[in-house]
């Protein structure tokens, strides 16, 4: 009987678990069924346990047959037989088991007319089989199972479903089924795949994998249709390569474009791992695209991804990141994401990295390819060498820091040359829990090389050496007092922080931009020692900020509340020094008060909310807040709104272009199974809608839907708007069809899994 239940049990376990691959990459089920009642549960193993056989009557008859009638149940460890007769021939070493046949454990119960087994070849046979599976709340059927050893098992007029009786959407049938359990490798013939009754799949012939192993094969299709391909197909092929390396080869049909070809191959090693990425679209049959003629018309289009991060030993480390499109549009016409279309420059780059205990040394060659002809292509950095060292707690509490970069940078129509910047530092940090005070002097040494100075004339000295010292003073003081609000106890506290910073001017207009720009204002650039992001410009400062933040923690939980943070710069000169030698010296006698406000209001609602206010012309330079809610329903709300002024705060910002946006997304369910989606994204500025994305989403135990339709632009300067449906459907146990959404809603709404 031990033998019955064992082999039986890993019969339907290795059939509804592994024959079909489960995806979840819509929604997961909510759901507990009654079904988990039929399960047993977790025991003692089967090895470890004796043999209890109880039935109303026994009888021991010749040649050693020993029968077993009325309520049999035979119960070893976490498994159960039970059986209105059952037989045991000692001389053939056969077991019969008659009337009502239930066999379950912890995983799986099975109902059958009949099951008959030989001890002796292990071979045997259920009849009429009915099986439910744990796991993935999977139940099926077959008119018999045929075990031959512990080799091979074959099924006929089997089913597989994860519905219940009540509520059967969907159901898979196949005349034959043969699992080869040494190969681990399972195939089906005549399968047929029918919802609501309804056949709306067939296939002769399906392979399988019968363990966690991937295995080749086609993977299920994707269906869609947009403005910018038409009607777009496509159907994967997965590549099991090597344990270590995959592929996945996507031929995609596009009514309007045409056959592109896309393949991506993985590889994983013990110290890398990487993907390459290609497309190929031999000729692109779109001859308009809207009321213009299509630029790419009859030619070829493609694209080359290569992404790696590997790691040579504990220490040293590499990464490259290369990508290539074959023209601007490609992205826009591809990809149908406003980031990705708005995308200026792919990124060209390799990278070794050193990690020591002291010191951090890194190596990097970087170009980029410019989608764009009005946007200037950065300086290629051919290479840029840095070393940063770092030595804290030594002698009198002082601490030491080293950072040195030498880049050559390289351009096709601009002064080109090298950069070596060196500035070593010396900090005394100290303080307690309720103060602290870090004074730092460091010094900034760059030497510049230049040439090819004849394509811009205003820089005339090929060898050019700066020094400057940087003062600074950064000191705080945090006060706590206990507070108590609604009947709970919390504390406020009260955090004044001054930051002094002293640079002296340098004249800096005979160096090159390589690769500097002004730093956006934020909260942090009150704590800056630079305004500039690269060490092209050193910015001249005698300024004080002063900054005030007030915390509230829940004294239970230790959960912020609120904090709450405002913050402005005193200028004690004018700044001097700035991007290009015709822009006008910054006079203002201090900066626009930024302040900051982080709320949790309640457990499912958070706040936040960023302003920069200028208060010399009484107006509001930046302004963001948002507004966000999670329920424990797996509810999703956002609101946010964007502002920045055009020009921001002086002439040095009058190519920041400004804007208003306001962005609503939402997930929100509406009962158990259906929720609805969408978002509204809309430039206020300009009212122009940016992305409107409607939809609805069904989930239940067996199945789950998604329909969305979005109306959006990929180019923010382009007037051409582009719509998009999408339909997708998840069979619970077994995959999903049509075109995946999960990737656009996470980009679209935020919190969205």
């Not at 030989?118 to 009429?128: E, F, H, P, R, T």
């Not at 994707?222 to 099991?240: A, Q, V």
Request: aromatic share 12%; hydrophobic share 35%; glycine share 6%.
């Amino acid at each position: 009987m031990r033998k019955l239940m064992l082999l039986t049990a890993g019969i339907c376990a290795c059939y509804g678990q592994s024959s079909f691959a489960f995806d979840n990459n819509i929604l997961p089920a909510r759901c507990d069924r009654p079904d988990n009642d039929f399960f047993l549960p977790e025991g003692l193993s089967p090895d470890l346990s004796e043999v209890n056989v109880d039935a109303d009557n026994a009888q021991f008859v010749e040649n050693g047959t020993s029968v077993f009638t009325g309520n049999v149940e035979v119960l070893r460890g976490n498994q159960k037989l039970n059986a209105n007769r059952a037989t045991y021939s000692r001389l053939y070493q056969e077991v019969t088991a008659q009337g009502d046949v239930t066999l379950r454990d912890s995983d799986m119960y099975i109902e059958a007319e009949q099951a008959e087994w030989s001890l002796l070849d292990d071979k045997g046979a259920m009849i009429d089989a009915e099986y439910r599976i744990r796991l993935q709340n999977a139940r099926g059927n077959a008119s018999s199972v045929f075990r031959q050893g512990t080799a091979k098992t074959d099924l006929k007029n089997a089913t597989y479903t994860t519905c219940a009786e009540d509520d059967e959407f969907w159901i898979l049938e196949a005349d034959e089924v043969n699992l080869n359990h040494e190969t681990a490798v399972g195939t089906a013939e005549d399968v047929v795949l029918r919802m609501k009754g309804v056949p709306i799949f067939y296939t002769p012939y399906i392979s399988f994998p019968l363990s966690d192993a991937r295995k080749s094969g086609f993977l299920i299709p994707s269906i869609g249709n947009s403005d910018e391909t038409g009607f777009d197909t496509s159907i994967p092929y997965y590549w099991n390569i090597a344990p270590n390396q995959d592929a996945t080869i996507t031929p995609r049909y596009m009514s309007d474009r045409g056959l592109l070809l896309s393949g991506e191959y993985r590889y994983l090693t013990e110290n890398s791992e990487g993907t390459l990425d290609a497309g190929y679209l031999s000729r692109d049959s779109l001859r308009y695209d809207g009321d213009e003629l299509n630029p790419y018309y009859d030619e070829a289009r493609n694209h080359f991804s290569w992404q790696h991060q590997g790691r040579f030993n504990s220490r040293w480390s590499n990464v490259v990141d290369y990508n290539y499109v074959s023209d601007r549009n490609y992205l826009e016409d591809f990809s149908g994401n406003l980031s990705l279309s708005s995308t200026t420059h792919l990124r060209r780059m390799a990278r070794v990295n050193y990690s020591g205990d002291i010191w951090r040394f890194g190596a990097m060659a970087q170009g980029f390819q410019t989608l764009f002809e009005d946007v200037q292509e950065p300086y290629k950095q051919l290479p840029q060498l840095t070393l940063r060292g770092f030595l804290p707690d030594q002698a009198l509490g002082l601490t030491y820091e080293l950072e040195t970069e030498f880049t050559a940078f390289d351009s096709d129509d601009r002064v080109t040359g090298q950069r070596f910047d060196f500035e070593p530092s010396i900090s005394l940090p100290w303080g307690n829990a309720g103060m602290f005070a870090t004074p730092r002097v460091a010094i900034k040494q760059s030497n510049y090389s230049l040439d090819n100075l004849e394509r811009q004339p205003q820089y005339q000295e090929s060898s050019i050496s700066r020094t400057v010292p940087i003062l600074s003073m950064d000191s705080g003081l945090v006060f706590e007092k206990p507070l108590k609000f609604n009947k709970k106890n919390f504390i406020q506290t009260l955090e004044p922080r001054a930051f002094y910073l002293y640079i002296p001017e340098r004249d800096q207009s005979d160096i090159p931009l390589f690769d500097t720009n002004l730093r956006t204002f934020t909260m942090g650039s009150l704590f800056s020692h630079d305004r500039f992001t690269g060490p092209d410009r050193v910015g001249d400062a005698n300024q004080l900020s002063l900054a005030l933040t007030s915390r509230i923690i829940d004294q239970e939980t230790g959960r912020e509340r609120l904090a709450v943070t405002l913050g402005q710069i005193q200028y004690f000169d004018d700044r001097n020094v700035t991007l290009r030698a015709n822009q006008a010296s910054e006079d203002r006698s201090d900066s626009d008060y930024i302040a900051e406000v982080i709320a949790s209001i309640t457990k499912n609602w958070t706040a936040a909310a960023q302003l920069q206010w200028d208060p010399d012309q009484s107006r509001t330079s930046v302004g963001t807040t948002q507004l966000r809610y999670r329920g424990d329903n797996g509810g999703i709300f956002n609101i946010s709104h964007r502002y920045r002024r055009e020009g921001e705060l002086d002439t040095q910002f009058s190519n920041i272009i400004g804007l208003e946006q306001v962005d609503i997304s939402a997930s929100l369910p509406i009962n158990d199974t259906w929720s609805v989606i969408g978002r509204y994204y809309r430039s206020l500025d300009d009212q122009r809608t940016l992305e409107t994305l409607a939809g609805v989403e069904y989930n239940s135990c067996c199945w789950a839907t998604r329909f969305v339709f979005r109306d959006y632009i990929n180019d923010v300067s382009s007037e051409d708007r582009n719509t998009a449906f999408f339909i997708e459907i998840q069979l619970k146990g077994l995959g999903s069809f049509g075109n995946k959404t999960d990737s656009l809603l996470q980009d679209s709404i935020i919190g969205y899994e």
